[in-house]
């Protein structure tokens, strides 16, 4: 006699290996927050090659807390940072970090380069963007490259679990005119990584990338691909002449008219038309922060 149960075939169960998290080109893949950062350049990688861009990418910052992690996580994926044109060099101290990112982003202003440009991310913890501000405010002034872009990922601590003090930076973000991303889980990770770097080659500003322990230390079975998020560029946002993109020479004045007049307003126009929710007051709850501007 058969039965239903004995004429059922065997489940086959898929090939799982722990070096998915950065080998899988798409599919379901087990990560870390940290781990999202890892492998976030790698999509961005992936996206402009599809485009035809032989971009790089540039990694500096100083570890802390809830980042004491990334820089070890960026060592042991090596490899897979080399295979994606993907440099890590991690900072004397905050500000030198956050200079060298400010340099990458100088790369098509002189002879002719083998990279059509470099995105880059900068990490710290919160006392690390307090004394950062000379070198974001100089920085965000005079713009990103088009093929370019820099993410600051800003580990906060709310509840000074680590910390002196609690620490949070959207005030120091929002003076520097930076707007401010927020991910609220490691999906949002790779997603609105992507979102940033798409909004900083947009608008010529830095963006920021708000992190706590809560999600940098959670883990989730997330997809990767890079072609999942679908990005939307505003098709009637008036430039002004010579866009909003580093360039050289450039005066004092002529950078501030162009990021208070026209930088934030691309950047709040971008979250616009990609439906990102915001505002233009610091509420922590939201996903996107844009100071305003006078």
């Not at 004491?68 to 996580?73: A, P, S």
């Not at 093929?147 to 906060?156: A, E, P, Q, R, Y």
């Not at 770097?197 to 947009?202: G, L, N, Q, Y």
């Not at 998020?229 to 580093?246: A, H, M, R, S, T």
Request: glycine letters at 10%.
């Amino acid at each position: 006699m058969t039965t239903a149960t004995s004429m059922q075939k065997p489940v086959s169960l898929a090939k799982v290996s722990l070096d998915d998290k950065y080998a899988l080109e798409r599919g379901r893949v087990f990560l870390t927050g940290t781990q999202a950062l890892v492998r976030l350049p790698m999509l961005q990688r992936q996206r402009d090659q599809a485009k035809g861009l032989n971009t790089g990418c540039y990694i500096s910052g100083y570890r802390g807390s809830p980042l004491g992690g990334f820089d070890q996580q960026l060592w042991q994926a090596k490899p897979y940072l080399e295979r994606n044109h993907i440099v890590f060099q991690p900072g004397v101290n905050e500000d030198m970090a956050a200079t060298a990112l400010w340099g990458s982003q100088q790369l098509n202003l002189g002879p002719k380069s083998k990279h059509d440009g470099v995105f880059g991310i900068w990490y710290g913890k919160a006392p690390g963007v307090d004394r950062c501000g000379d070198v974001v405010r100089h920085a965000n002034h005079a713009g990103t490259d088009p093929n370019g872009g820099v993410l600051m990922l800003c580990g906060d601590d709310h509840g000074a679990v680590s910390s002196t003090v609690p620490g949070q930076s959207e005030h120091n973000l929002a003076s520097w005119m930076v707007p401010m991303l927020y991910p609220a889980g490691v999906q949002e990770y790779l997603d609105y990584g992507l979102f940033g770097w798409a909004m900083s080659r947009f608008s010529g500003c830095w963006t920021a990338f708000k992190l706590i322990a809560e999600t940098v230390d959670s883990s989730a079975s997330v997809y990767v691909d890079p072609n999942r998020v679908k990005i939307q560029i505003p098709k009637e946002f008036k430039f002004p002449d010579g866009g909003l993109n580093i360039r050289y020479p450039d005066t004092p004045l002529e950078m501030e008219e162009r990021l208070h007049r026209y930088k934030l307003n691309a950047a709040l126009a971008f979250a616009r038309a990609n439906k990102l929710p915001t505002t233009q007051r610091k509420k922590c709850h939201l996903k996107v922060s844009v100071p305003s501007s006078p």
